[in-house]
């Protein structure tokens, strides 16, 4: 069955509740849309979160990216509802998105947002 966009993020139990650690997620083929041109947008995408009690799986994680490659977005509008949809689903001890946008009209933008 192919994969399609989703804007569910599954989670599952964190399977070391009681000790502190990092969980580092980075793609380098996130891609949305320019809400002022159409034009695509490439970012690497890099999510890091100390877990409570939940974290998100890796393939929910990809389906819900993905849904955002048609949709124009502001770079500071996408990467902060990336980190909101992603603290709302797994309510970690703390996270943080960092988009790294390619090149476009000769300025690299880097957007970082962290919570809390």
Same mark, same amino acid.
């Given at each position: 069955?192919p994969l399609? $966009? !989703? ?6 139990? &964190?399977?070391? $509740?009681?000790?502190? /650690?990092t969980i ?7 891609? =949305? ?15 890091? /979160?100390? $877990?409570?009690? %939940? =974290?998100?799986?890796?393939? !929910?994680?990809?389906? /819900? %990216?993905? !849904? /955002?490659? &048609? ?15 992603l603290v ?27 919570? $809390?």
């Amino acid at each position: 069955m192919p994969l399609k $966009p !989703s804007k569910t993020v599954e989670t599952f139990p &964190n399977p070391k $509740p009681g000790r502190d /650690y990092t969980i580092r997620c980075e793609t380098h083929e996130f891609t =949305c849309v320019c809400p002022m041109t159409g034009q695509p947008d490439f970012a690497t995408l890099t999510i890091e /979160y100390t $877990p409570a009690k %939940l =974290c998100f799986e890796l393939k !929910s994680l990809k389906t /819900y %990216l993905w !849904s /955002y490659r &048609n949709e124009g977005a502001f770079h500071e509008a996408v990467v902060n509802r990336i980190l909101d949809d992603l603290v709302r689903a797994v309510k970690p001890k703390k996270m943080s998105v960092v988009g790294r946008f390619n090149i476009r009209g000769g300025i690299q933008t880097t957007i970082e947002a962290t919570h $809390p």
